[in-house]
C-alpha cells in the first residue's frame, strides 16, 4: 500500500514538473497572448498588412533571442519591418521563400479552440498559400521563387503607392462631380 502511495505521489510530482517540449527544463517561459492572424475578409495583400508586419509581441518574441532587452517603441515602421524580414528568414540567405512566410503567418496562428474543425483549418492554410503566392507572384522580379528583402520594400513601395492612388480618385470624382456644371 505504501509503495502504490509512493509511486503515485511521484508521478504527480513528476508531471507537475514537465513543461513539454516548447518549454524543455531551464528555458524562458514566454507568456500567452494572440497574434493577429491575416483574415479572408481583409483582401489585404500580406507585404501590405500592417498590423501582421507590425505586431510588435510576434517580433518581441523573435528578437529577444537576437538581442538584448530589445526595444520595440523606440523602432520606426523600417526597423520594425526589417527586423520582421530578418527574424523569419531562418536559413539566413537574405531572402524569404515560401516556407518561411508561411511559418511567419503559422506562428501567428495559436490553437485558441481544441475543437477546431479540420475543413476550417485546411481552408485557412489553402488561403495563407494563396496570399504568399501572390506575394511571390508580384514582388519577386527575379523569378526566383524568393522574395529578398529588395523585392519586399520595392513591393512595399509599389503597392502602398497604388494604395494611395486609389484613396486619392475617388475623393477627385466625388468633388469634380459635385463642382461640375448641371
Known amino acids: 500500500m ?7 505521489f511521484l508521478y504527480v510530482m513528476s508531471l507537475s514538473e514537465e513543461r513539454g517540449p516548447h518549454h524543455p527544463r531551464g528555458s524562458k517561459v514566454v507568456k500567452y497572448h494572440s497574434h493577429y492572424r491575416p483574415k479572408r475578409e481583409a483582401e489585404v495583400k500580406l507585404t501590405q498588412d500592417e498590423e501582421l508586419l507590425h505586431d510588435t509581441e510576434h517580433l ?12 520595440l517603441s523606440q523602432m520606426s515602421e523600417e526597423e520594425l519591418e526589417f527586423y ?9 540567405n537574405s531572402k524569404l521563400d515560401g516556407l518561411e512566410i ?24 489553402n488561403y495563407y498559400v494563396e496570399l504568399i503566392d501572390k506575394v511571390l507572384k508580384e514582388d519577386d522580379t527575379d523569378n526566383d521563387g524568393y522574395l529578398s528583402y529588395p523585392e519586399y520594400v520595392e ?28
Open 84 to 92: 520582421y524580414f530578418q527574424v523569419h528568414d531562418t536559413d539566413k
Open 2 to 8: 505504501l509503495s502504490a502511495m509512493l509511486v503515485i
Open 155 to 182: 513591393g512595399r513601395k509599389k503597392d502602398l503607392n497604388q494604395e494611395s492612388s486609389v484613396k486619392i480618385k475617388p475623393l477627385n470624382s466625388q468633388s469634380s462631380a459635385k463642382n461640375a456644371p448641371t
Open 60 to 71: 518581441q518574441e523573435h528578437l529577444e533571442n537576437e538581442i538584448n532587452e530589445p526595444n
Open 102 to 125: 508561411l511559418q511567419a503567418i503559422y506562428h501567428t496562428s495559436h490553437d485558441d479552440d481544441n475543437n477546431a474543425d479540420q475543413n476550417d483549418d485546411n481552408n485557412q492554410f
